[in-house]
């Protein structure tokens, strides 16, 4: 029988990092800001959260970060301009980006790890279950991961964190999961996390990307994790210690994500981003793909 808990509403999007990856443009820049295509990727990620439902978005920042808050503002010099030049397209994109969520921000100030920049969100969220969406990943609105998540959290309980499978090899840039299979061919059971493992010492190739819907009950224990990996408080860890012992915080499950995610965390995954997206879009992708068809074909001339 189906259990009834609590409707999330908030979602959490830590967003302090120095994006020291792509200096010297986040020199005074937030790499939040750099666009994908015509939108800054924090875009892409309060749209997801509107779109599965949360209207309360919390962002947590650090310093050089007010770019972020005048982008979700209202700009009502901007919209003057457009409004007397009868620019009506080029208004609504602007005015877009300030009528998605109820926005929130608060600052990290150390620089502490994802877990720290989570507990941080402990204040706004209280004693509800939550979403947390990390910046680098872009999950393409035709694959509704999150809205998928929320669902499994309303059923279950506990938390839920979005899995992929990749390459063994790969295994070590990212957390990974110990899981058990359930009725759902889409949802596992989590049985333990590990930050980053050695591939010979993975339990799966089961990486964690960066989607969460966590119980209230990871604030408790992240206040009392100690800094893991890196020196910084590890979300992972306080997640390993809920799957451990489900009487806290209920058990944690896994929804095995295998549709469109683009990854703009690293240079090149970002430039691969931008040509999927261009390439898909209604407006651009037919001259861009055949510029691009043509710019690969003289390329292969050359080499």
């Not at 967003?15 to 937030?30: E, M, S, Y």
Request: glycine share 8%; hydrophobic share 40%; with cysteine.
């Amino acid at each position: 029988m189906t259990q009834s808990h609590p409707r999330i509403s908030k979602a959490v999007i830590p967003a302090a990092g120095l994006g020291t990856r792509f200096l010297p443009a986040t020199k005074a820049t937030p790499k939040e800001m750099l666009p994908v295509v015509d939108k800054p990727a924090i875009q892409y990620v309060v749209e997801e959260a509107a779109s599965a439902g949360l209207d309360d978005v919390l962002m947590i920042t650090g310093r050089n970060k007010r770019p972020l808050e005048d982008h979700f503002d209202r700009n009502y010099e901007l919209e003057s301009a457009l409004q007397k030049k009868g620019d009506a397209g080029r208004l609504a994109k602007v005015q877009e980006s300030s009528d998605l969520a109820t926005m929130h921000y608060v600052r990290q100030g150390d620089p502490k790890g994802l877990g720290h920049a989570v507990l941080c969100a402990a204040p706004h969220v209280g004693h509800e279950p939550f979403a947390v969406l990390l910046g680098d990943d872009l999950i393409d609105p035709r694959d509704p991961l999150l809205q998928r998540m929320i669902e499994v959290q309303e059923q279950h309980g506990g938390s839920v964190i979005a899995l992929m499978e990749v390459a063994p090899e790969q295994i070590h840039l990212y957390g990974c999961a110990a899981v058990e299979a359930t009725a759902d061919g889409d949802v596992v059971k989590v049985t333990g996390l590990v930050e980053k493992p050695d591939p010979a010492d993975a339990p799966s190739n089961y990486a964690v990307i960066g989607r969460y819907v966590l119980d209230p009950h990871v604030f408790d224990i992240l206040r009392r994790t100690e800094p893991g990996r890196g020196g910084e408080i590890q979300l992972t860890d306080a997640l390993q210690q809920l799957a451990q012992d489900e009487k806290v915080g209920g058990p944690v499950h896994g929804v095995v994500f295998r549709g469109r995610r683009y990854d703009t965390g690293d240079r090149g995954d970002y430039l691969r981003a931008i040509v999927r997206l261009a390439c898909e879009r209604e407006d651009l992708g037919p001259d861009f793909r055949t510029w691009l068809r043509s710019y690969v074909a003289e390329e292969m001339q050359q080499s």
